[in-house]
C-alpha cells in the first residue's frame, strides 16, 4: 500500500488530479483502446473534480477516450433529483470536460430489475478486461462505496441495505432530514473495487481517522471493508493531515523525518540511507 500524507484536503484533491491525468497520458488511449476509470461521489472527490477540470481546460487531458464507471447510485431516487449520483456528476464533472455521454456508465437506480442492472454493470466493466485506475472515498466507519461494515469482501454489484450511520451521514445533503435518506443503493462490490488494476482512495477529515487507522494498521475485516485494500498489489490512500493522528504509523514516520533534518542540520550530511 502506498502512503500519500498532505497537509489539506486541496492538496488531496490536486495530488489525485494530478495523478489521474499523469495515468491517462501515460496510457495514450483511443477509441479502440480506452481509458477506463472508476469515480466516486460525496465531498471527498469535489477538489480532485475541481482541479481535473482545470487541468482539462489548460489543455493537459483530455477524457475524449476515457471511459467511467461510478460506485454507486441511490435507489428509487429519480436521476434527475438534485442529489442523485447522475446530477452530482454531471453538475461537478462532466459537464465541464470532454467526455463523450456515450463513455459514462452509471447505476440506474430505477431499473425495473434491480438484480439484472447490477449483473449488466457488472458485466459491462468486465467487458473492457479491467478498470485502469478506481478513485474512491472512505466513510467513516471504513465503508467504500456502498460496502458497508459486513459486506463480503468478494462481492460484486448489487443492491445494500444503507446503515443508519450512513444515511445520517448523507442527511446533510436532504436538508438534515434523515427520513429523506433512501434505504438502499446500487453499489460496486468489494471484489469489484480489488479488480482494478489501482486503487486510490481519498481521505480527508478528523472523521475519518479510524478509517484510516483501520485501513493502515488493522487486519483485513469485513466489517471495515476499507481494510480489503491491504490485498491489493497497487492501492494508494491519500490523506490530509487530519485523520492521521490515531494511527501510530504516521507518527513514526514523522519521527524519522525529523530525526534525519537533525543529522543533516547538526552533522552536515546530505545523504541518509534506511536499510
Given at each position: 500500500?502506498?502512503?500519500?500524507p ?7 484533491g490536486?495530488?489525485?488530479?494530478r ?8 496510457f ?8 477506463i ?6 465531498s471527498?472527490p ?7 477540470i482545470?487541468?482539462?481546460k ?15 447510485e ?9 442529489e ?7 453538475n461537478?464533472?462532466?459537464?465541464y ?9 452509471l ?8 438484480d ?7 458485466e ?26 459486513g459486506?463480503?469482501?468478494?462481492s460484486r ?9 450512513t444515511?445520517?451521514a ?8 434523515i ?27 478528523h472523521?475519518?481517522?479510524h ?7 488493522g ?5 471495515w ?6 490485498l ?14 490515531k494511527?501510530?504509523?504516521f ?8 530525526a534525519?533534518?537533525?543529522v543533516?542540520?547538526?552533522?552536515n ?7
Amino acid at each position: 500500500m502506498r502512503l500519500i500524507p498532505l497537509n489539506t484536503a486541496a492538496q488531496v484533491g490536486q495530488w489525485a488530479a494530478r495523478h489521474i491525468v499523469n495515468r491517462i497520458n501515460a496510457f495514450t488511449p483511443s477509441a479502440d483502446r480506452p481509458f477506463i476509470l472508476g469515480l466516486p461521489t460525496g465531498s471527498t472527490p469535489l477538489e480532485a473534480y475541481k482541479s481535473l477540470i482545470e487541468l482539462h481546460k489548460a489543455g493537459q487531458v483530455s477524457f475524449k477516450h476515457v471511459v467511467t464507471f461510478n460506485m454507486d447510485e441511490y435507489v428509487g431516487l429519480p436521476a434527475e433529483h438534485p442529489e442523485s449520483y447522475h446530477s452530482f456528476m454531471f453538475n461537478n464533472f462532466f459537464n465541464y470536460i470532454d467526455i463523450p455521454r456515450e463513455n459514462i456508465n452509471l447505476l440506474n437506480g430505477n431499473a425495473p430489475d434491480i438484480d439484472a442492472e447490477c449483473r449488466r454493470y457488472e458485466e459491462k466493466i468486465k467487458s473492457y478486461g479491467k478498470t485502469h485506475l478506481f478513485m474512491g472515498g472512505v466513510g467513516n466507519d471504513g465503508h467504500i462505496a456502498f460496502n458497508e461494515p459486513g459486506s463480503s469482501l468478494a462481492s460484486r454489484t448489487r443492491i445494500k441495505t444503507l446503515t443508519q450511520d450512513t444515511r445520517r451521514a448523507n442527511s446533510r445533503f436532504f436538508n438534515n432530514d434523515i427520513e429523506q435518506v433512501p434505504r438502499y443503493a446500487l453499489t460496486v462490490g468489494v471484489g469489484t473495487l480489488l479488480d482494478a488494476e489501482e486503487v486510490m482512495i481519498l481521505v480527508i477529515g478528523h472523521n475519518k481517522a479510524h478509517a484510516l487507522q483501520a485501513a493502515v494498521e488493522g487486519n483485513v475485516n469485513h466489517m471495515w471493508t476499507i481494510t480489503c485494500l491491504q490485498l491489493h498489489a497497487k492501492a494508494v490512500m491519500v490523506c490530509d493531515d487530519a485523520p492521521r493522528d490515531k494511527c501510530a504509523h504516521f507518527r513514526e514516520i514523522n519521527g524519522i523525518a525529523a530525526a534525519f533534518q537533525y543529522v543533516q542540520k547538526n552533522y552536515n550530511i546530505s545523504v541518509f540511507y534506511f536499510l
